[in-house]
Every structure is written in structure tokens, then in C-alpha cells.
């Protein structure tokens, strides 16, 4: 049977870092695709990744039995990020869109919609990138991501809805369909062409 | 329900959370209300597109290499007197204990340094010992191949690596060995085995098989070397054979024959035979290395320690 993350980090803990490498390959890969997604760089998502796992390494004695090491690894990572967003600061912005992927069986259309929705992603403020990428790509429950958080499931729920009705407005926006009428209000959605 | 009731509801829906006793009242509701039916599916839709935004492939063994680099210069620079590999294993328990009055922050970047310079980390690739590498074969090596060797034939030092081409770490050595062989032209020479972690690398048996299938055609370490330079672009592919054979076409081979070696089952048992020693060693991890036939408990951190390593070994001849 193959050790949990939990095991394999004890161990790790214990003094088996041979053990390392597995959590390495099992998780590198879902973090480069967090920190691309909320920093659009593939260059800094790798030197995040690194980073996370130097202080996995380095911390790896506040690391209990009682943890879960996915909510660890991800506190860890959002320590980076923030690390990594207070310095981008004070230096330049973040890039307008992500940096391009091929895709080569898409058609025009719908790259160019990609590309826009890519955009709008990176547009939103921090906090709601955040929880949309923790919950859409990361594809973490919402109590694993109120623990990550430290709010409660229901203020998650209502940040993901926020976040991903604010990303399609400014998508929107960005295709140049605006939605023009409060729906509140009026009960339905008007257009104009 | 009313509309705000309503919209409390579209986060679980869209991830497919919602409970089943409020489901029919939220579709019951979409179905009369066309601001929040049109809310919704917009909303659906966003979440959707989203998954398809692609995600560039990261360079694996190249953020692995840093890690480890990375690591071992900061312990080295702690502990610049201690040579890896030559140094028992050390207590992390122990070595925290007089630290215990010391900011938690502090023990925690001390102990760790303390460990890590002192038991001579090895940052390799586990093996899972609950599962096999491969189909089933016998415990004991089959009959005898020829091995893989590169460097001087009359080198006083044999460095014997068990690999694995998905490996992250052993691309990593594989720079380091490439640089020793060069390092030592006349005094080191290179003896490599299969050890394919397929529990955990899915296309790692199939990449050792490809190795092997080039040595069919005397091209044996092009594809070993290619193999690990375009790792991170086959370790993730689903169609890693497609990959093997652009690669065979690459350095020239003759594809046909190519993808007869691939497929044979001689092939698979000369890379199985490799394991089955692997594991007759007690393999416990990749890479693991012999300096010969003596096995390198802690792997040096960079090409430096390992060089000491094999300067040693070859004063010893």
C-alpha cells in the first residue's frame, strides 16, 4: 500500500529524506499550477515551487503528526507567494496576461477567448484569485480551503461565488459584452450589441 | 426560496457538493427565475472555461537539481569541515534537545541545518517496496547481459548507478556524472542499471526499454543521454512512445527496428533482469550509487563532494 503524504513527511521528519523526493513528485506539479495561476510567470512559478520545497525541508520539524500535509505545504505556499507579492511591489506589476501556452487542437476562437479569460484571472484582486484557484484548480474542498483560509466554509462559499462572478464581468468586459442591467432589479439581463 | 437563498447555493453546485435535499429546490427555482437561472449558467459557464486555460509543463528535474543545490550549500557553508557520505547517521530527536529553550523558528532552521550537514541528506527517488517495478520476475538476476559502460575501459574506479530516466534526482546526477567522466577521463569509467520506478513514473520502464532498444543499434547512450535532457517533455505524456520514436528518428536510428526492440520481450527482461539486481541490492531509492562495488550511503550534494568521492577511491588504486 502506497504511504500517505502524512506518513511520507514523517518520515521525512524522522530523518528518512530519501523519502523527499516522493512528496517532490507527487506535489510539484499542483503547486508550479497554483503560483502560474495567481502569478502568470512561469519563471517565478518554478522558483516558488523551489522555494516551498527548501522550506519543507527547512521546517520540517513544525511538521506533527496531527497535520495534514497538504494544508501544511499550501500555508507554506501561500507564505511564499505573499513573500513573493510584497516584493513585486515595490518593483513592477504583474503581467497582463499569462505568459502563452500552446494549444494547438484549440481553434481561434476559442484561444482567443483563453486568452481573455486568462486576463480577467489575473485582473481580480489577490484574494479572490486565490480562492478561485485554490477551489477551481486545486480542486480543494471548501473545508480543506476554510482551514487553509482560517474563515469559516460558508464565507469561502461566498468568496468563490464573488470571485467567479467579479472574473466573468471583467471577462465580459474584456470581450466587450456588457451586461447592462442590474439583475437584481430588474429581474433579467439585457444586452447590447 | 428566495433569490439570495438561492445564490448561496451556486459555489456548491458548481463543484457538485450540493446535498440532495436542496438541490431540486435550487433547480426548481432556476427553472422560474431567469435572472438567477441566468446568473447561474453564466457562472457555469465561466467555471468551465476556466479549466481549459493550459498550463505550461514545468521543468522538473531542473527545479530538483536547485533544491538540492540549493540545500547543500547552505549546510555546507554551516559545516564546511564535514564531507558528505563519510559521517554517521545522525538523530534529528537528539540534536533538537538542547535547542528545546531556543524560539521555536530558530530550532527549527538550526536543527535542520545541524541534520542535514551532519547525516549526509539523500535526496533520491524512493521506492515503494509495497509493489514491484515491473511485471513479475524472479527475485534472483536472470542470466547475464552486457552491461552498460562508458568511459576509459582500463579506469581504475567503476561508478555503478542504478537509474531511473523519470527520475527527477538521477537527471540531476546525471549532469554530475557527465561532468566526472570528464573530470576523470582516464580513471573513471561509468556502469549503468536499470531500476524503473514504474509505480510512481508510468513511462519510466518504457524509457529504460528505449534505451536498450537504441543499444540494439550501437546508439545506446545518445538515447541514454537524450532521455534525460527531454525528460520533462515524455515524464508527462500519455503518448510516451510516440515521444521514444521522434527520438530514435532524431539520432538516426532506424525506426522499424526501433519500435521491434521497444516492443520485444527480450528487451523488457534485459531491463527487468536490471531491477531484480537492483533489488537483490536493496535498492531503496534513485539514484543509487557503488564506487567500486562499495555503495555511496549518503549521495554527495553536488559535483564537488562527488568528485572528492572518486579522487579518493582512484588514490586508493
Known sequence: MELTDNEVMLAVKDGATDQFALLFERHHRPLFNFFYRMTGQRSASEDLVQEVFLRILKYRETFHADSQFRGWMYQIARNVRMDYFRSRRSEDELPSALEPVRAPTSSLEVKEQTALLERALLALPEEKREVLVLARFQEMKYAEIAALLNIEVGAVKVRVHRALKELREVFLKMSGEKPICNAKKFGIILRIN | ?317
Open chain 2, 1 to 317: 426560496m428566495q433569490c439570495e437563498e438561492v445564490r448561496n447555493y451556486f459555489a456548491d453546485q458548481l463543484i457538485g457538493a450540493l446535498d440532495a435535499s436542496s438541490e431540486p429546490a435550487l433547480l426548481q427555482h432556476l427553472a422560474g427565475c431567469e435572472a438567477c437561472r441566468t446568473e447561474f449558467d453564466g457562472l457555469r459557464n465561466t467555471w468551465s472555461q476556466l479549466q481549459v486555460i493550459p498550463v505550461p509543463e514545468p521543468d522538473s528535474a531542473a527545479m530538483y537539481e536547485k533544491i538540492v543545490t540549493t540545500f547543500y550549500q547552505s549546510t555546507n557553508r554551516a559545516h564546511p569541515e564535514i564531507a558528505p557520505g563519510t559521517v554517521r547517521r545522525f538523530n534529528m530527536r537528539q540534536a533538537a534537545k538542547p535547542l528545546g529553550l531556543i524560539a521555536a523558528s530558530i530550532i527549527a532552521v538550526v536543527a535542520a541545518t545541524v541534520f542535514f550537514s551532519r547525516c549526509g541528506v539523500t535526496l533520491g527517488c524512493p521506492v515503494n517496496h509495497s509493489e514491484n517495478t515491473g511485471p513479475a520476475v524472479a527475485s534472483k538476476a536472470g542470466p547475464a547481459e552486457p552491461v552498460h559502460m562508458r568511459g576509459a575501459d582500463t579506469a581504475t574506479v567503476t561508478l555503478t548507478e542504478y537509474g531511473d530516466y523519470e527520475c527527477p534526482p538521477c537527471s540531476h546526477y546525471q549532469l554530475i556524472v557527465t561532468r566526472l567522466l570528464q573530470e576523470f577521463p582516464d580513471r573513471l569509467k561509468l556502469e549503468w542499471h536499470h531500476f524503473p520506478l514504474s509505480t510512481i513514473h508510468r513511462n519510466a520502464l518504457l524509457a529504460a526499454k528505449a534505451a536498450e532498444a537504441a543499444g540494439d543499434q550501437d546508439h545506446y547512450w545518445e538515447m541514454h543521454d537524450l532521455l534525460f535532457t527531454s525528460q520533462p517533455k515524455w515524464s508527462r505524456s500519455t503518448d510516451a512512445e510516440r515521444e521514444f520514436i521522434a527520438m530514435a528518428n532524431q539520432i538516426g536510428l532506424d525506426g522499424n527496428l526501433f519500435i521491434a526492440s521497444l516492443h520485444s520481450s527480450r528487451t523488457e527482461q534485459r531491463v527487468l533482469a536490471d531491477a531484480a539486481r537492483g533489488r537483490d541490492l536493496r535498492i531503496n531509492g534513485t539514484p543509487t550509487f557503488f564506487i567500486n562495488g562499495r555503495r555511496v550511503d549518503s549521495l554527495p550534494g553536488d559535483f564537488e563532494a562527488f568528485a572528492k568521492l572518486i579522487a579518493a577511491a582512484a588514490n586508493q588504486n
